[in-house]
Nanobody, 121 residues
């Protein structure tokens, strides 16, 4: 079992930055692919970014490429989402997710409760 707790959300003006963190429990964190998803009001949850267990591979949604980066610190059981040049359309609840597989499998199993990000225009 893996438990995930997100933090770092908040209110920011357009063009600003935020860094989200996701702290994971469990001794096998370093073997999990980690991902970030988001869900805006009235919309379906969508993929944002993912990072392989080693940190050597990453993937991003087209809508955030060049603005967001994802990283992880396996010693701290934490994954980060650095969000720059934020836009009002980035407003959503952001969720951390994990699964014990390769980055190409997309079999997200464990989910956090989410953290709200609001970008004002």
């Amino acid at each position: 079992q893996v438990q995930l707790v997100e933090s770092g959300g908040g209110l920011v003006q357009a063009g600003g930055s935020l860094r989200l963190s996701c702290a994971a429990s469990g001794r096998t964190f370093s073997s999990y692919t980690m991902g970030w998803f988001r869900q805006a009001p009235g919309k379906e949850r969508e993929f944002v970014a993912a990072i392989s267990w080693s940190g050597g591979s990453t993937a991003f949604a087209d809508s955030v490429k060049g603005r967001f980066t994802i990283s992880r610190d396996n010693a701290k059981n934490t994954v980060y989402l650095q969000m720059n040049s934020l836009k009002p359309e980035d407003t959503a609840v952001y969720f951390c997710s994990a699964y014990p597989g390769t980055i190409s499998q997309h079999e997200y199993t464990y989910w956090g409760q989410g953290t709200q990000v609001t970008v004002s225009s």
